[in-house]
């Protein structure tokens, strides 16, 4: 059962756990239920022919055309700048990882430091997509929180299998909330955010940090994060065969980052089976056209359960992969607008 309040076209929920459920594979009927802007990006996306990222290399899939080719020609349509959102600065730095430098980019608000600091984990299913592929939405919360946001350049599988990404991610927020003082940022005021694969590292690398009595951030914002591995939701059944993400994607990226079946139990790769107390205040953002809805619901729940303070919001309409689309979408620009908001909150504590 699940509460809902609908303000705008968002639904604030306060869900009880979902029953996992079986199902066979189908369609669904989830284009009945776009955004119109939503719709226009995948529109504009589709007409560059991207092809089903399960029937490709993981090479292949790693150089065709992501969804926000979608919405550089939505905006080169309605004749505005495709220039990306600016912030106070850009650059690239490198922090020491258990297998080799990680590449970061760190961007930093105007104004004057020291700024407090949100370690950011792109998407891309641990196996395509980049730190460039997600600049949008690291820009976006940099002006949001007024914080200095450090997107995370970890390495692929399935080159780098699980828990490799896991670990870099580890490794480079331990290193940020030590040394990011000389960067210009607030070490006590160190938050962590990610987006799908991004999310659920994110929420791991808290569990990692209290598990090896590690520093613990002081805030997570997950984003349509992934859950738990091999089980099939009623937000599975529901949007089997959406774009950009459905259910055979899903399996294909599992495929190519687990060594095994039976690392998709791990409680680091389905937090859904791992313990949660102890880990900081969350901030959950969810999709309505999205394989991941429901277990991103569960985990809500879990984590409230475990008296862990987490404010969720859904918003509908749109899919997988919007949050950083707010140049277009104007849900993406609220999401952004509530997320960044919930981290000045945290910030400020």
């Known amino acids: 059962m699940t509460f809902r309040v609908l303000l705008a076209g968002v639904l604030l929920t306060t869900p009880l756990v979902s029953q996992v459920v079986s199902a066979a594979p189908m369609s669904s009927n989830w284009k009945a239920k776009l955004d119109p802007q939503m719709k226009a990006v995948l529109d504009e996306w589709m007409k560059t022919k991207p092809k089903p990222i399960e029937k490709l ?8 055309p ?19 959102e600016a912030v106070g600065s850009v650059m690239m730095q490198s922090i020491p990882g ?72 580890y490794a480079a927020t331990q290193w940020l909330m030590k040394n990011v003082q000389g960067w210009g940022g607030d070490p006590k005021r160190v938050a962590i955010a990610g987006e799908s694969a991004g999310g659920n590292m994110a929420t791991a690398v808290c569990m990692m940090a209290r598990d090896r009595k590690g520093m613990m951030p002081i805030h997570q914002l997950l984003v349509y994060p992934v859950a738990q591995i091999g089980k099939i939701t009623p937000s599975y059944r529901a949007n089997w065969d959406a774009k950009p993400l459905n259910v ?11 060594k095994s079946p039976a690392q998709g139990k791990h409680p680091y790769m389905s937090v859904l089976n791992g313990n949660v107390k102890g880990l900081p205040p969350a901030t959950i953002v969810l999709a309505e056209i999205d394989p991941l809805l429901s277990e991103g619901q569960m985990y809500a ?31 993406a620009k609220q999401a952004i607008v509530f997320a960044g908001g919930e981290l000045k909150k945290a910030y400020a504590k």
Request: glycine share 10%; charged share 15%.
């Open 57 to 64: 290399t993981p090479a292949q899939a790693r150089v065709q």
């Open 66 to 84: 992501l969804p926000g080719v979608g919405v550089m020609r939505v905006l080169q349509k309605q004749g505005k700048s495709t220039a990306p």
């Open 98 to 169: 258990p297998i080799g430098p990680i590449p970061v980019r760190v961007y930093k608000p105007k104004g004057e430091g020291p700024f407090p600091v949100l370690v950011y984990i792109h998407g891309g299913g641990w196996v395509i997509a980049s730190i460039q592929a997600y600049d949008s939405s690291a820009r976006a919360l940099c002006n949001a929180a007024n914080a200095m946001v450090v997107s995370v350049g970890y390495h692929y599988a399935p080159e780098h299998k699980f828990p490799s990404a896991h670990e870099e991610s």
């Open 248 to 258: 055979p994607t899903l399996k294909w990226f599992g495929k190519h980052e687990l």
């Open 301 to 331: 729940a879990k984590l409230r359960k475990a008296g862990i303070p987490t404010k969720e919001m859904l918003y509908t309409g749109v899919t997988h992969e919007f949050f950083g689309m707010g140049a277009v979408v104007n849900k």
